[in-house]
């Protein structure tokens, strides 16, 4: 064995025990009054709500539902600041659930209710954190969409909240619990690539995304509807913009757009895969190209990142005016893994080094030879009666949300998408939306927990 991999896996030990450690110690701490208002017992029937009431609680519910029977799901309450989006939710979650469910304006009144033992957050970006806080606060069990945080405060508040409490957090980056994303860190971490020098991600699109010329959201809302103040949840006041309240992916203030979305997906998957927490190193270009309309953030984005003790560089790169051509691509020296499309792509191949294959593979043909002639492998998960799998995987994993569940009932296992993969991926995407903004090459201080703009010695 190298030097190089000793060192790398005496770096992933010690990531994976300062992880166990730190969990440990909050799983231990003790109970508040408010977690003692409803223990689930391991065949009670866990009772959640939703927090934040547009498109992707649509998909939280969908999920919820998949798992109604087998995991012994309720529905009993929706929460939204709009009258019209929680009135849609308790409307779809009696259609899917057959039940009323309590409709709420105001999360700290949701939380009262002594027959809820979970939430699912699905507000705007820069809202995740603080919410989050306030629900395992409140002694509730909390699914959280990524990204957890766009600023480093933020981050530290939820990560504080959630390891000062018992409560179980599964964080939205549903990847790692995909049963072929398992599988590729299980080939990475048995060494079978050699040592991995980088990983790249290129995943695109090709359309105004997160603005919707015509939303008729935009259309119906009126501020009288709503509470404009809360929405802001801290943010310097402007007045009433309905573009900013449901198209908040585009607007500086309110999202990185494609870091706090795309990359933040990217980077939790890096960190899954080669047991690493946060880039040491950033550095990011980009700008509005394709879709000169009202978006603030940029629609073509590439960053750079390094993490030293792994020697490893992580390249990401976004671009919504051409889809052609997405892949994930791990590059070690004894072999490489390439996934064939874009963010959740479960379509893998391994390719061992030392071939003669100048200039790599056709993959749209030569890939079939190449399989038939051994020089390429199909990434599979037989147990689950995984094989060649496709390019588009939903987002709507089930095998995420009974992670979550599972943990739930038992209290003493730790979430795949835990509290610490929510801090690693915020930092790492606020890293590259500042590096962007600021035209900086930005640095983390592992032992201050900050970013700067010089190398930390």
């Given at each position: 064995m190298s030097n190089n991999e000793l060192s790398r896996r005496k770096f992933i030990g010690k990531t994976a025990a300062g992880i166990a450690?730190?969990?440990?110690?909050?799983?231990?701490?003790?109970?508040?009054?408010?977690?003692?208002?409803?223990?689930?017992?391991?065949?009670d029937r866990i009772n959640i709500g939703f927090i934040g009431c547009g498109s992707r609680s649509s998909d939280h519910q969908t999920m919820a539902k998949a798992s109604e029977k087998d995991k012994n799901i309720g529905v009993v309450a929706v929460c939204d600041i709009w009258k019209l989006n929680r009135e849609k939710a308790a409307a779809n979650c009696k259609k899917l659930f057959g039940?009323?469910?309590?409709?709420?304006?105001?999360?700290?009144d949701m939380l009262k209710m002594q027959e809820l033992d979970a939430v699912m957050i699905a507000t705007g970006d820069f809202q995740h954190a603080k919410v989050l806080a306030e629900v395992v606060k409140a002694g509730k069990d909390c699914y959280c969409e990524k990204p957890m945080a766009i600023d480093v405060e933020d981050a530290k508040l939820a990560r504080s909240a959630v390891l000062g409490s018992t409560q179980v957090v599964q964080m939205g980056s549903q990847w790692v619990s995909d049963p072929i994303q398992l599988k590729v860190r299980e080939i990475i971490r048995s060494g079978k690539l050699g040592q991995i020098t980088k990983i790249e991600q290129v995943w695109n699109d090709n359309n105004p995304r997160w603005h919707v010329p015509g939303d008729p959201d935009v259309a119906a809302i009126r501020e009288a509807d709503t509470d404009w103040n809360r929405w802001l949840l801290g943010k310097p006041y402007v007045p009433f913009d309905p573009w900013k309240y449901f198209e908040f992916r585009i607007f500086r203030d309110y999202s990185g757009g494609i870091t706090s979305q795309w990359m933040s997906h990217g980077a939790g998957l890096v960190h899954f895969y080669t047991?690493?927490?946060?880039?040491?190193?950033?550095?990011?270009?980009?700008?509005?190209?394709?879709?000169?309309?009202i978006r603030q953030n940029p629609d073509t984005f590439q960053a750079l990142a390094t993490y030293d003790d792994a020697k490893l560089l992580y390249s990401y790169t976004s671009n919504y005016a051409s889809m052609f051509g997405d892949y994930t691509c791990i590059r070690g020296k004894q072999g490489t893994l390439f996934a064939h499309g874009g963010e959740g792509s479960s379509r893998w191949f391994f390719i061992p080094e030392h071939q003669d294959l100048p200039g790599g593979f056709d993959f749209y043909e030569g890939m079939k030879d190449a399989i038939k002639s051994g020089k390429a492998e199909i990434v599979t998960a037989p147990e689950y009666d995984m094989k060649l799998g496709p390019v588009n995987v939903s987002d709507n994993s089930k095998y995420h949300l009974d992670n979550w569940i599972d943990c739930m009932r038992d209290r003493s296992k730790v979430p795949n998408g835990h509290i610490h993969t929510g801090f690693w991926h915020s930092i790492a995407s606020i890293m590259a939306t500042r590096a962007y903004r600021e035209g900086k090459k930005l640095y983390w201080d592992r032992t201050k927990e900050e970013i700067t703009s010089h190398p930390v010695i």
């Amino acid at each position: 064995m190298s030097n190089n991999e000793l060192s790398r896996r005496k770096f992933i030990g010690k990531t994976a025990a300062g992880i166990a450690g730190v969990t440990v110690m909050s799983n231990s701490s003790t109970l508040n009054a408010a977690s003692y208002r409803r223990i689930v017992g391991a065949n009670d029937r866990i009772n959640i709500g939703f927090i934040g009431c547009g498109s992707r609680s649509s998909d939280h519910q969908t999920m919820a539902k998949a798992s109604e029977k087998d995991k012994n799901i309720g529905v009993v309450a929706v929460c939204d600041i709009w009258k019209l989006n929680r009135e849609k939710a308790a409307a779809n979650c009696k259609k899917l659930f057959g039940n009323e469910v309590t409709q709420f304006k105001y999360t700290e009144d949701m939380l009262k209710m002594q027959e809820l033992d979970a939430v699912m957050i699905a507000t705007g970006d820069f809202q995740h954190a603080k919410v989050l806080a306030e629900v395992v606060k409140a002694g509730k069990d909390c699914y959280c969409e990524k990204p957890m945080a766009i600023d480093v405060e933020d981050a530290k508040l939820a990560r504080s909240a959630v390891l000062g409490s018992t409560q179980v957090v599964q964080m939205g980056s549903q990847w790692v619990s995909d049963p072929i994303q398992l599988k590729v860190r299980e080939i990475i971490r048995s060494g079978k690539l050699g040592q991995i020098t980088k990983i790249e991600q290129v995943w695109n699109d090709n359309n105004p995304r997160w603005h919707v010329p015509g939303d008729p959201d935009v259309a119906a809302i009126r501020e009288a509807d709503t509470d404009w103040n809360r929405w802001l949840l801290g943010k310097p006041y402007v007045p009433f913009d309905p573009w900013k309240y449901f198209e908040f992916r585009i607007f500086r203030d309110y999202s990185g757009g494609i870091t706090s979305q795309w990359m933040s997906h990217g980077a939790g998957l890096v960190h899954f895969y080669t047991d690493t927490a946060i880039p040491d190193s950033m550095v990011a270009n980009g700008g509005i190209f394709g879709w000169p309309d009202i978006r603030q953030n940029p629609d073509t984005f590439q960053a750079l990142a390094t993490y030293d003790d792994a020697k490893l560089l992580y390249s990401y790169t976004s671009n919504y005016a051409s889809m052609f051509g997405d892949y994930t691509c791990i590059r070690g020296k004894q072999g490489t893994l390439f996934a064939h499309g874009g963010e959740g792509s479960s379509r893998w191949f391994f390719i061992p080094e030392h071939q003669d294959l100048p200039g790599g593979f056709d993959f749209y043909e030569g890939m079939k030879d190449a399989i038939k002639s051994g020089k390429a492998e199909i990434v599979t998960a037989p147990e689950y009666d995984m094989k060649l799998g496709p390019v588009n995987v939903s987002d709507n994993s089930k095998y995420h949300l009974d992670n979550w569940i599972d943990c739930m009932r038992d209290r003493s296992k730790v979430p795949n998408g835990h509290i610490h993969t929510g801090f690693w991926h915020s930092i790492a995407s606020i890293m590259a939306t500042r590096a962007y903004r600021e035209g900086k090459k930005l640095y983390w201080d592992r032992t201050k927990e900050e970013i700067t703009s010089h190398p930390v010695i």
